[in-house]
T-cell receptor, first 115, second 112 residues
Framework: KAGVTQTPRYLIKTRGQQVTLSCSPI?????VSWYQQTPGQGLQFLFEYFSETQRNKGNFPGRFSGRQFSNSRSEMNVSTLELGDSALYLC??????????????FGSGTRLTVV | SQQGEEDPQALSIQEGENATMNCSYKTSINNLQWYRQNSGRGLVHLILIRSNEREKHSGRLRVTLDTSKKSSSLLITASRAADTASYFC????????????FGTGTQLKVEL
């Protein structure tokens, strides 16, 4: 069974540019969540998608957006990049939503560096 | 913001010893989960304990949950060098909208 696939693994962008990160969940998983991990702030929740609908959004500016497709694949977009957006972006998939007692399977992450 | 805080922040032990990590959280929960992260990689799900459970075992892992104190502990018995990693607790607060909120993590180093 294939795991959660995140692409690309590494990305270097310039301030002001935009970036799109992709996540392919485990087959059959309908929930996809995104997290930003930095040494200073730890793991911060970005979004949760379930059945193509955004169900939750973390405390991030509107420059951060995402979507989920009918095959459960998800993308997140960050526009007008800032130096502070440099982080490891992690995607996690699960059969159902967290409150239902489902564990998350994480991808290896996309390491974004903004210069 | 972090829902949970792990204690200690860092722990260094010898191979064969037991490692105990604690997690405190702020709001009522449906369940609590523990994850492991090897340096700069994705997180791996270790164990889930529901709010109506007090203790759960999985191999060398033992998790306890005290909802009255809003705290949990993870015990790794007979630690191995391969257990070196960061360990996070995660909760889905009942008022938190079905999302997992992660704690600050404990960095465990198991030395030979």
């Amino acid at each position: 069974k294939a795991g959660v696939t995140q692409t690309p693994r590494y990305l270097i962008k310039t301030r002001g540019q935009q970036v799109t990160l992709s996540c392919s969940p485990i087959s059959g998983h309908r929930s996809v969540s995104w997290y930003q991990q930095t040494p200073g702030q730890g793991l911060q929740f970005l979004f949760e998608y379930f059945s193509e609908t955004q169900r939750n959004k973390g405390n991030f500016p509107g420059r951060f957006s995402g979507r989920q497709f009918s095959n459960s694949r998800s993308e997140m977009n960050v526009s007008t990049l800032e130096l502070g957006d440099s982080a490891l972006y992690l995607c996690a998939s699960s059969l159902g939503r967290a409150g239902g007692g489902y564990g998350y399977t994480f991808g290896s992450g996309t390491r974004l560096t903004v210069v | 913001s972090q829902q949970g805080e792990e204690d200690p922040q860092a722990l260094s032990i010898q191979e064969g010893e037991n490692a105990t990590m604690n997690c405190s959280y702020k709001t009522s929960i449906n369940n609590l989960q523990w994850y492991r992260q090897n340096s700069g990689r994705g997180l791996v799900h270790l164990i889930l304990i529901r709010s109506n459970e007090r203790e759960k075992h999985s191999g060398r892992l033992r998790v306890t949950l005290d909802t009255s104190k809003k705290s949990s502990s993870l015990l790794i018995t007979a630690s191995r060098a391969a257990d070196t990693a960061s360990y996070f607790c995660a909760t889905d607060g009942t008022g938190g909208g079905n999302k997992l909120t992660f704690g600050t993590g404990t960095q465990l180093k198991v030395e030979l």
